[in-house]
């Protein structure tokens, strides 16, 4: 994926979920759906470092993920608004999308439901002999989930080809990250099962992308599993109806001009 492919899957995230939110206000939408307005360069970065044949399991806050990987946003929408042309037949919702197709297995709606899942598909391809990666995507609150830990544990001992990529974006929900962790630098968890620990600013989408490459080949020739932890933060409210009392505005403006799309549109126009 190359740079202005880069670019347009970013302004194709953050304008589909400013959309999303506009409609669950309008009252068109029904359920509840979680945005990543914000951490947009976690998503495409990955996805632009990853292969063809590799695979990723996503979150309760997935459509980004899903958009990077190369989901049609209109087959995307048609499942928010309950269509039968959605990825789920328009049963599943937000939450309940995947296509093996473009390798995307998956969002999730329980916190951390898809890091063992992760592990499976790694040991399938492992067993099979495909040139496979597993990529999966948590946030910061999961990393505090029993199945974060089991699975690292499990992935460590049997040198399994998957990343475990934490999208730090600040809360777990209205949880800021410095009460919920003991250690806020998740990528610290990795010493314990002895595998890499990578700590990356999640706003600079080409720091992750080269991260995320790494990562990738040192899985891929069978040095094992990495765990990455993306920076960034959430500019949205948790979900539909959070007014974000928990935070202050300040904060958030200050985050705003931290935002990474303007980010890397400068980034851009300094490389010519």
């Known amino acids: 994926m190359d740079l202005t492919v880069c670019h347009e899957r970013m302004l194709m995230i953050r304008y589909f ?13 029904g359920g509840t759906a979680h945005t990543c307005i914000g951490q947009e360069a976690v998503a495409v970065g990955v996805a632009a470092a990853m292969g063809p044949g590799d695979v990723m399991t996503s979150t309760h806050r997935g ?31 937000s939450q309940m999308m995947m296509d093996r197709g473009i390798g995307y297995y998956g969002a999730n709606g329980i916190t951390g439901g898809s890091i063992a899942f992760a592990n ?4 399938d391809a492992r067993l099979r002999g ?3 990666v597993a990529v999966c995507l948590f946030g910061d609150g999961a990393s505090n989930q029993g199945v974060f830990h089991e699975t690292l544990n499990l992935a460590a001992l049997w040198k399994l080809p998957v990343l475990f990529i934490c999208e ?43 991260v995320v490459s790494e990562a990738l080949a040192y899985a891929r ?6 765990l990455i932890e993306c920076r960034t933060y ?28 303007a980010r890397f549109e400068s980034f851009l126009v300094q490389a010519g």
């Open 234 to 261: 959430r500019l949205s409210g948790h979900s539909r109806g959070d007014k974000r009392e928990y935070r202050s505005r300040a904060e958030e403006a200050e985050a705003w001009a931290r935002e990474p799309i």
């Open 168 to 210: 730090n974006n600040a809360y777990a929900m209205s949880t800021a990250a410095c009460a919920g962790l003991a250690n806020p630098r998740v990528a610290d968890r990795a010493k314990a099962y002895a595998m890499l620990g990578v700590p990356v600013d999640g706003n600079d989408l080409p720091a992750v992308r080269q």
């Open 120 to 123: 499976g598909l790694a040991l």
């Open 17 to 29: 979920e400013e959309a999303v939110e506009r409609l669950f206000l309008e009252g068109r939408i």
């Open 63 to 93: 459509h980004g993920h899903f958009l990077a990987r190369g989901a049609d946003p209109g087959r995307l929408m048609a499942e928010l608004f309950g269509r039968a042309g959605g990825y789920s037949r328009g049963r599943g919702g």
């Open 221 to 226: 020739a069978g040095g094992g599993p990495v």
């Open 130 to 132: 495909l040139d496979r």
